[in-house]
């Protein structure tokens, strides 16, 4: 068994890292209190809080103008990135929900950056099919129906422009991907992380982030 030398994440510890992150801008602290107050039955949905400034940080870090989310939910994880993108960046968000979409937008509006997001409500599959087939996109997020990870991931794949950043959300599942039932969700996140890892066309490491998170490169 490899050596482990993660720390064991306490609320104090927890409250730490946070502390020396970047702090969530007005309108995205208002998003978590909201989400959680109007719908805690799903509230997890939403990306975990030191995951924002993380997306805001590899938009910057990769100079992304393009950017392409499977998953919107409430929000969150659009408005981090949307911010960070240059004025006439554009992102693309994707998901089949207008109800908590509509918690989105009011965010995206408030912050000011709506006209840089383009929310699609239809099945990601179907909507990411439609795009343009030559690479053009710089930055992926994928963070919805596990099932469709391997599918999400496959149609993005030949989009991402050379050197493009996919980032893969709940990679862990809990720990559920260590003895997956078939079936199950853990099933299909250990089903999409042997796809990944075997992917030639992308480099990839896994990161134990919040409930796990996987950033891949494209070499070609």
Do not use: C
Request: aromatic share 6%; glycine share 8%; net charge negative.
């Amino acid at each position: 068994m490899a050596e482990l030398k993660g720390v064991r994440m306490t609320p104090e510890l927890y409250d730490y890292v946070l502390a020396h992150n970047p702090p969530l801008p007005p309108v995205q602290r208002r998003l978590v209190d909201l989400t959680r107050t109007r719908l805690p039955g799903v509230a997890g949905k939403q990306i975990a809080r030191e995951q924002g400034p993380l997306l805001a940080f590899l938009v910057r870090l990769t100079g992304a103008r393009h950017i392409v989310e499977v998953g919107t939910f409430t929000g969150l994880s659009s408005l981090a990135m949307a911010e960070a993108l240059p004025a006439d960046g554009t992102l693309v968000t994707l998901d089949i929900s207008a109800e908590w979409t509509a918690y989105a937008r009011d965010a995206w509006a408030e912050a000011g950056v709506a006209d840089r997001i383009d929310l699609r409500i239809a099945p990601a599959a179907d909507s990411l099919r439609a795009m343009p087939a030559e690479p053009h996109i710089d930055l992926a997020f994928i963070d919805a129906d596990k099932e469709g990870y391997v599918t999400y991931w496959e149609e993005l794949v030949p989009r991402l422009r050379p050197g493009g950043l996919i980032v893969v959300d709940n990679v862990l599942f809990s720990g559920t991907v260590l003895d997956p039932v078939p079936g199950t969700t853990g099933y299909h996140v250990e089903r999409f992380n042997a796809h990944a890892a075997a992917d030639k066309r992308m480099d990839s490491v896994m990161l134990a982030v919040a409930d796990g998170l996987t950033l891949a490169r494209k070499v070609a």
